[in-house]
């Protein structure tokens, strides 16, 4: 009898509070600002791509989930800020773990896990995340990139003189 009327009294107790539940997906829950969620490819604010095609982040990422094929810019046309940039950029979002070692390992901030949490698929194929649906558009960049990058029009190096 005691438990009985234990239970009816935190019901009677919860009965006049606020209720916490959300109503999912009409109304979405901000995440924490350190939050990692689906990745983005950034750009500079001059609109060109962060990414300079390193393979860093596949690199360091423990899941294997990224495949990087870089390409070389042209010079006077370039789609990065470096000599190279991803030609072909690819997260398999099934195999992601989400624990942010390819933002870590990234020198030029490219890769950026941000706040969206809302990631289902009906097949493998549309896990398969390419650069085309990662890469931000050209209006939302931000930062200038570092003049150590800025080497494009650089003269090439010299050839090596070998002694024969
Ligand atoms: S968050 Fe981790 S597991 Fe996911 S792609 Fe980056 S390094 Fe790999
Ligand atoms: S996202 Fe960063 S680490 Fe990965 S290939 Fe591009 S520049 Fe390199």
């Keep these: 009898m005691f438990d009985l009327l234990k239970g009816l009294g935190t019901t009677l107790k919860y009965l006049t509070k ?4 959300i109503s999912y997906p009409e109304v979405k829950r901000p995440v924490r600002e350190r939050f990692r969620g689906r990745h983005e490819l950034k750009r500079f604010e001059n609109g060109l791509e962060r990414c300079i095609g390193c393979s860093l982040c596949a690199a360091a990422c423990p899941a294997d ?3 990087v094929d870089p390409g070389e810019n042209d010079p006077a046309n370039p789609i990065s800020v470096g000599e190279r940039y991803a030609k072909s950029y690819e997260i ?3 195999r992601c773990i989400y624990c942010g070692y390819c933002e ?3 020198p030029t901030n490219a890769i950026v ?3 969206d949490y809302e990631l289902s698929f009906y097949d493998r194929k549309s896990a398969v995340f390419t650069k085309d649906i990662l890469l931000v558009p050209p209006d939302q960049g931000s930062g200038e990139p570092s003049p150590l990058l800025l080497n494009l029009n650089r003269p090439p190096n010299p050839p ?5």
């Design 113 to 115: 896990l941000e706040h």
């Design 18 to 21: 606020k209720p916490v539940t």
């Design 160 to 164: 090596a003189q070998i002694d024969l």
């Design 92 to 94: 398999n979002m099934i």
């Design 104 to 106: 870590d390992a990234c």
């Design 65 to 67: 989930a990224i495949f």
